[in-house]
């Protein structure tokens, strides 16, 4: 068959893109009860009525403070939704989170500008009174901005234009919002494609390995260069030949001259680079955007199957959303860790008082921000450890600034919340910026500010989005209209000219407010819930963990805090533990599913295995018996779980393993003389192929039996005969990998004996600047090794980490290569046990004299073995 014969076989299809149109759906008549509606009642009656009973169940009544702005903004708000026909997306929203109401579904408290709405406060979608935080519902909806068709007598909608209410949901249960989604727009519904693109820094590293042949190391010192401002990496063309601006008669980007001489010594890499740059490297699934549709997806929108077998457009979310709604579903850790911590202590989100001073107190010297919300992340936490947040909105003002272009105000505004003092960049704005010290942090600001002009706010947002597109002809129209306006109000011309320049100069960070104050609530129920209730904050980050990437380092990451609120992490239990994390006493106990390799149907196997035993053959019989492999028995067996049977965990793993090789008649021999040889499986199988013997004299077990036995657990012996060297060590091991954390013996416990002058690493970041320290810790991530761009100097930076904190370690030159010839002619790697010695610097960094590599060895696994096994003995 030729190409036109193939291709005759298809037929064209037309769908013309005339807009995003609504899907429908109705109301269920006992939510029209609920309300009294009757008979006939439009969605937009319905949605009057859901806001009247939000103003009486949110005790919005007549003489509270702001009682007429209440209702001002709530008729003006109904009045657009209904004039732009947006009443049944509120309605989709609404269906979506009524839903999680219903089932008990926990959701956050609002994202993005949808929280500057107070429709959707009043019914419940989002949690944060726009009124009480000065958000604006144009933020959210512009008259003046959307854009909607009518088309043989459907609406259609701008799809870019389009209203957009994003959810967070429960992470657990996310996935029963989205099958409710699925189940109520049945054939309407799908994931969202999206692609990854190639990127410059990758493009560089590789174009060189690839057609340079340049070596590893060259290239990540190469791609190194590359500037990473604020969390965002440079991109390569600035690098090369930086930015100037024209008007300003300075660089705003200056190039990288190191980077630029490399590539220009290597054009044929560094082309090539530019040339595939921002191309498609793969396609991947959305991880939180839905679509629903008007028509059925088969007729408008082509899909293909994800690797699980889900549905998922084949167009990208930008192509997508100018046909159909966009939901975005996330399912959010901090929402799943607030709601199981509020549920152990008996109270809802909602019971946290946000404006209670001293729930800030803890950030007034914040050392511990694991868990925090958005604040546990680096460059949040140090900009909340120099802002010392006293109020909500302050915090609302760290999520904001701790942001790319924001953070170069992060001292000056961490000088006025610290001091007070704030800039006034003119009398006439200074109510405005004034809970910002000065600074335009926020897009409402702005709003506000052109507001005072004499601006509506509907064109304020409008002036907003074409000075942050910089759409240059309009800007020119704009700042023209900003003179005419201030004239027309009869204000000082320099108040214009200064708004103007505000405006230019802060569109490149500011920040949604409504987005910050509602993340900043949520932060906020993290820190209360931390530092006032830290025993169920803690059992609801364990929990979480077996949903993280990393689940053992999680754990490590929480161990590592929990001693500062005086918790213990218990050790697991087969007889205490349950299959969760759980509340002991006064602390919280390990549970057997958060062992490394003990989860998914293993859960479902331990209900029929029974957790109480009077030896060990017991034991192993039982496991086997309910299903239990034999990795799972070691692993427990390991993790400490069966102390009450015996405390060799070496010796224990192995008679795991050759029980496991044993036949079901061997094993039942096992059971019958086991006491007798006080349950030591090794001597006991010995005996049955030697001195116990049936009633014809000869022994239980066969010699030849007896040779294969030996054959098949040979390495098992070999891994014993290597791991049993040092007990105290292996179950360090054991517990590191298996668990996250260590509760038998510190790794400073057992090297003090050699050295005396070990100190825990929490007391070596505690250490005064030029204090001269040593320190045991394990290598936690890669080590990197570079050059320094400023002494030409070469490095190695690793982080060490013991069981109470984690430090920044470099070394240089002259003592790096002393650490290579010291260990070997190798560099120390990831998760080798250091010996530290060196001087403490300002922050957490330690300058390395020397580094001493441990070199103990624990085998686990039969392919960890070295081909020759007598280098084990």
Known sequence: MTVDTFLSEFQDVKVPLLGVRLPEFDIEEKYKKELNLKDGASNFDFLRELCA?????????????????????????????????????????????????????PRGMGRGSGAGSLVLYLINVTQVDPIKHGLYFERFISKARAKSQTINGHLYFDGSLLADVDLDIDYYRRGEVTKFIDERFAGKTSKILTFNTLSGKLLIKECGKIIGEKTEEEMTYVSGLIPKQYGIVQGLVETHDGVWDEVKKKWKIEPVEEFKKWCDENPRIYDTAIKLLDLNKN???????????????????????????????????????????????????????????????????????????????????????????????????????????????????????????????????????????????????????????????????????????????????????????????????????????????????????????????SASYQFNKSHSVAYACLAAATIYLKFKHPKAFYLSLLKMT?????????????????????????????????????????????????IKGVAGKTIEKFNNFQREFSNK??????????????????????????????????????????????????KALCLIHGPAFEFKLSRLVCALSETIKDEKGKPLIKASRMATIKKVTAKYVAIYNQNIKSQDYANWWYETNLLGYNFSKTLRGMYLPKDPDLIPVNEVLESFP?????????????????????????????????????????????????????NGGKLPVEDQIVIVSGVKKDGDTIFADSISVQLNTIYNRLAELPDDDDKLI
């Open 546 to 594: 077996q949903n993280e990437p990393d689940p053992i380092s999680e754990i490590s990451k929480i161990h590592r805090e929990m001693h500062n609120f005086d918790l213990q992490l218990l050790a697991p239990s087969l007889i205490k533990s349950n299959m969760d994390f759980s509340i002991e006493g006064n602390n919280i106990r390990f549970g057997l599913s958060a």
């Open 617 to 666: 053959f017991e034991l192993f019989q039982s496991a086997k018996q309910a299903g239990l492999n034999i990795g799972i028995v070691a692993a427990i067996v390991q993790a400490g779980c069966l102390e009450t049977l015996g405390k060799n965990r070496v010796l224990m793993t192995y008679e795991a393993l050759l029980w496991n090789k044993l036949t079901d008649k061997e």
């Open 53 to 105: 009973r939000g103003l009486k169940t949110l005790k919005i009544t007549e003489g509270i403070p702001l009682y007429e702005e209440y209702g001002k903004r709530l008729k003006y708000e109904l009045g657009i939704i209904n004039e732009l026909n947006y009443t049944d997306y509120f309605l989709l929203v609404w269906l979506v989170t009524n839903f999680c109401d219903e089932n008990k579904i």
């Open 770 to 822: 030029d204090d001269k320290i040593s320190f045991v810790g394990r290598i936690s991530d890669k080590p990197t090794k570079g050059i320094s761009k400023a002494k030409k100097s070469s490095y190695l930076k690793l982080f060490v980490t013991d069981e109470f904190a984690s430090c920044k370690v470099m070394i240089f030159n002259r003592s790096l290569a002393e650490c290579e010839l010291l």
């Open 283 to 505: 396609k991947s699934v959305h991880p939180s955007g839905m679509l629903v549709s008007f028509d059925k997806l088969e007729d408008c929108c082509p899909t293909e199957l994800t690797s699980k077998k889900d549905e998922v457009s084949s167009y990208e979310m930008n192509t997508i959303s100018g046909f159909t709604v966009k939901l975005d579903i996330l399912g959010l850790r901090g929402v799943s860790v607030v709601d199981e911590a509020c549920k152990q202590i008996g109270i809802k989100i909602q019971d946290i008082d946000f404006d209670d001073p001293t729930l800030y107190q803890p950030l007034q010297d914040l050392k511990r921000a694991h868990g925090l919300f958005q604040i546990e992340a680096d460059v949040s936490f140090m900009a909340a450890k120099k802002i010392k947040p006293k109020n909500l909105s302050e915090l609302s003002a760290v999520m904001a600034i701790a942001r790319p272009g924001a953070l170069q105000f992060i001292d000056k505004f961490a000088s006025y919340t610290n001091t007070g003092t704030k800039d006034s960049i003119h009398p006439f704005f200074d109510d405005i910026l004034e809970e910002t010290g000065g600074l335009c942090l926020y897009q409402e600001s702005l709003l506000k500010m052109a507001n005072k002009i004499g601006f509506s706010l509907d064109e304020s947002e409008i002036l907003r989005r074409i000075i942050g597109k910089k759409k240059k002809e309009e800007m020119l129209l704009w700042r023209d209209k900003i003179t005419d306006k201030c004239k027309e109000n009869n204000l000082d011309p320099e108040i214009g000219e200064l708004f103007w320049q505000i405006a230019i100069d």
